[in-house]
């Protein structure tokens, strides 16, 4: 698809934000175009934006990452979204909102990283 996949990333805890973009900075194909505290914020960063990419909070005080994802997935069903969270419990409201793929916040770096080029296929050849 792309060579290059612009993200955004939204969650209400500022340094995971911070370490996020850190580590998808030093990816030569993946570009943070913007960072949301939560979901209300998003939507209107979403809309200016327009990120390939949505790495989204499921859980945030004001609107979850879920309703937050049926709204994308409504208006923009091409942007890729992944919700993250602790709880593994978040995946089937992740799937049923639309999400292209849940994780779990504490993977390793490198296994965020392989979600979120397996499903925006950047760098591939495709």
């Known amino acids: 698809m792309n060579n290059e996949c612009r993200i955004l990333i939204v969650d209400d805890s500022h340094s995971f934000r911070k370490g996020l973009r850190a580590l998808l900075e030093i990816q030569p194909e993946m570009e943070v175009v913007g960072e949301a505290p939560n979901g209300h914020v998003a ?14 909070d499921a859980q945030m005080p004001g609107m979850t990452g879920v309703e937050v ?14 919700l993250m969270t602790m709880y593994t419990d978040y995946r089937s409201k992740a799937i049923e909102a639309g999400a292209d793929a849940f994780v779990t916040k504490g993977i390793p770096p490198e296994h965020i990283l392989s979600v979120i080029r397996g499903i925006t296929q950047i760098g591939s050849s495709k």
């Open 43 to 56: 939507m209107k960063m979403i809309e200016k934006l327009q990120p390939d990419l949505v790495l989204l």
């Open 69 to 82: 994802t049926k709204q994308i997935k409504s208006r923009w069903p091409e942007t890729k979204v992944i």
